[in-house]
Nanobody
């Protein structure tokens, strides 16, 4: 069983930055793709960014050039650096980790962008 612990959310003004972290622990044989999703009130959960085990990345168009995903496999951790935040980035952010043959979700961390 794999546990994911997220941190780094909070309240930030438009134009500000936040860095999310998600640390995986437990029965980890190997790590495949690691990524971040978000869900705003009244909207479906969407993929924000993902990084494969080989290092390739993909982003939703709305965050390209502003968000950067990275990972440290030695620490079983994935990060999301969010710059130039906008009010429309407000959502609960969830990390998603493929570990071995399992898919795992974090508990979610709230990001609120407001003046």
């Amino acid at each position: 069983q794999v546990q994911l612990v997220e941190s780094g959310g909070g309240l930030v003004q438009p134009g500000g930055s936040l860095r999310l972290s998600c640390a995986a622990s437990g029965s980890i044989v190997w790590l495949n793709a690691m990524g971040w999703y978000r869900q705003a009130p009244g909207k479906q959960r969407e993929l924000v960014a993902v990084m494969s085990s080989g290092g390739s990345t993909d982003y939703v168009d709305s965050v390209k050039g502003r968000f950067t995903i990275s990972r440290d496999d030695a620490k079983n951790t994935v990060y999301l650096q969010m710059n130039s935040l906008k009010p429309e980035d407000t959502a609960v952010y969830y990390c998603h980790v493929e570990a071995g043959w399992t898919e795992n979700w974090g508990q979610g961390t709230q990001v609120t962008v407001s003046s």
